[in-house]
């Protein structure tokens, strides 16, 4: 249910149309600079973006228990912040949406006041909004494992044995985690086809995008002490749109014994905004029925998924944008709640500003799936876009650009978007 920050009654004073991503009921956070400010922390809210930095340092948070506010805000990282905790992260919410509320007359009525701490989004530079300590990626979604298993192994047995036990991942690259809108050059390395005797030096002809969503760790737990599956809304901060690229070829040579590698580290791209955990609650869903029954550490008590609508564009060079992928965050099998759970349970410690992605995310229908490797089945089945153009995987020129959002109550909430271009490689 809808709590005060999130109640579709809320209003601001700030002009946001009805289907814009950043109303009053979102506020997500990230990290800006302009040519005259340094990178710190914002909150979008309309087309614009509210200067935390100055806000505090006006004073205008001060009633927020805990929250040391002239400095927190002046980071060029959200991970200070994250780090205090829930209850401080609820109350600033409540602080900010109280300042852009039309009952709250100290910004709205004072233009001068409003010209310093409001900057249109069109005039800021945008940033990676956390330092990223470690990333994992997970492999969550339940027909996508089961597509490659068909495509790769026997199709009669998709799943290998533990998927349905545990949410399997494995530790990414967190140095190449990129903000939207960085371009990406084709990596390189070593391919072997199924007729080539021994593998071959070349770029990769088998680049992909991967359709994910990350989760933000904001408190992190000590070594040795795990933390339970119903205790995810004490350390995950919030959401971000992610695109983990992926270079099929490289990986299917190189992923035994011990898993990605070059295939996956060249580059992941994230979202510049975090919308937080508290701002989702209304999308707040049951997931899937888990059979066989889960161990107890990874049971939980609620509702634990989120219903977020995803969209997946692919813009040709010089060309026109074309969705083809429209999918849903809640077709995952295993839960963050899960997620972090299974992460933890062996003592591994979390720290603030730690990621983790969902992997792949694809939908029963073959429309919903969130791959390339998918929606052409590993090349063989080339997509058509509506100019006539076709692909089986991206081509150099080739932009990727990935959307999330949802409507409940005649209000959006909404991530903006992970974008990128692939450039060629660099021999």
């Known amino acids: ?28 956070y990230g990290i800006f600079s302009t040519a005259d400010l340094s990178p710190r922390v914002g909150v979008a809210i309309g087309d614009y973006v509210l200067d935390l930095h100055e806000i505090a340092m006006l004073d205008l948070l001060i009633p927020v228990k805990g929250l040391p506010a002239r400095e927190v805000f002046a980071q060029p990282s959200l991970n200070a912040f994250m780090a205090l905790g829930p209850a401080v992260w609820s109350a600033t919410r ?57 495509m790769f192994r026997d199709p009669a047995n998709a799943l290998l044995p533990n998927w349905k036990h545990i949410p399997v991942g494995y530790h990414g690259r967190a140095s190449s985690v990129v903000v939207s809108g960085t371009d990406l050059h084709r990596p390189q390395g070593q391919l072997k086809g199924p007729a080539d005797a021994v593998p071959k030096f070349g770029a990769s002809r088998k680049l992909d995008f991967e359709l994910e969503m990350a989760w933000v760790v904001g408190v992190g737990n ?47 791209s994230l979202s510049p905004w975090v919308v937080t955990a508290e701002a989702l609650t209304p999308f707040l869903i049951e997931g899937q029925e888990q059979d066989p029954e889960v161990l107890p550490y990874l049971q939980t008590s609620g509702p634990t998924h989120l219903d977020i609508e995803l969209e997946v564009w692919l813009q040709p060079a010089g060309g026109q944008a074309h969705k083809i992928s429209q999918s ?77 959002y949802q409507d409940l109550n005649g209000i959006r909430i909404g991530f903006g978007e992970v974008r990128g271009t692939i450039l060629p490689t660099v021999s």
């Open 328 to 404: 849903n965050y809640k077709h995952l099998y295993w839960s963050v709640a899960q997620q972090l759970a299974h992460h933890t349970v062996n003592g591994c410690n979390m720290r603030p500003g730690d990621l983790c992605a969902s992997g792949t995310i694809s939908g029963t229908e073959r429309s919903s799936w969130g791959s390339l490797l998918e929606l052409s089945w590993n090349g063989t089945e080339p997509i058509t876009l509506p100019d006539g153009a076709t692909r089986t995987f991206l081509e150099d020129g080739d932009t990727i650009i990935m959307k999330a």
């Open 1 to 28: 249910m809808p709590n005060a920050h999130t109640h579709p009654a809320l209003k601001s004073w700030i002009p946001v149309p009805a289907d814009h991503q950043f109303p009053i009921q979102n506020l997500p």
């Open 94 to 150: 409540g602080a900010i949406s109280s300042l852009l509320s039309t009952n709250n007359t100290t910004l709205q009525h004072n233009q001068s006041l409003r010209d310093k701490v409001l900057l249109p989004q069109s005039e800021v530079q945008m940033h990676l909004p956390i330092q990223i300590g470690d990333y994992t990626d997970f492999y969550s979604s339940m027909q996508h494992a089961t597509n490659v298993g068909i």
């Open 222 to 268: 000590p070594l040795g002490h795990p933390i339970k599956a119903d205790q995810w809304r004490d350390h995950v901060f919030g959401f971000c749109i992610f695109n983990d690229w992926s270079a099929r070829d490289i990986q299917s040579w190189e992923y035994v014994p011990l898993g990605p590698f070059l295939g996956k580290n060249f580059g992941s």
